[in-house]
Nanobody
Framework: QVQLVESGGGLVQAGGSLRLSCTAS????????MGWFRQAPGKEREFVAG????????NYADSVKGRFTISRDKDKNTVSLQMNSLKPTDTAVYYC?????????????????WGQGTQVTVST
């Protein structure tokens, strides 16, 4: 079993930054993939960024490339998502998830464990 807890969401103006964190407890392995996803009202959950728990190999959705950075803090068993140059279209509930596979990326149904989500709201 793996437990994931997100933190760091909030309200920010367009152009601002936020840092999300996902702390894992339980059985995680360096070759497992971890992903950040988001879901806006009325839309499907979409992949945002992913990394292996080892911190090696990353993958990003085209919509966030160059603005978001995913990283692993091994000492704290935490994966963070640094979000810069935020846009109102980034407004969503952000979830972290992990899967018992090394493949990074979508689709969401292939991830076995999910956090509870954290709201990110970007105002104009």
């Amino acid at each position: 079993q793996v437990q994931l807890v997100e933190s760091g969401g909030g309200l920010v103006q367009a152009g601002g930054s936020l840092r999300l964190s996902c702390t894992a407890s339980g059985r995680t392995f360096t070759w497992h993939a971890m992903g950040w996803f988001r879901q806006a009202p009325g839309k499907e959950r979409e992949f945002v960024a992913g990394v292996r728990w080892s911190g090696i190999n990353t993958n990003y959705a085209d919509s966030v490339k160059g603005r978001f950075t995913i990283s692993r803090d091994k000492d704290k068993n935490t994966v963070s998502l640094q979000m810069n140059s935020l846009k109102p279209t980034d407004t969503a509930v952000y979830y972290c998830a992990t899967r018992l596979s090394p493949r990074i990326g979508p689709p969401p149904p292939e991830y076995e464990y999910w956090g509870q989500g954290t709201q990110v709201t970007v105002s104009t």
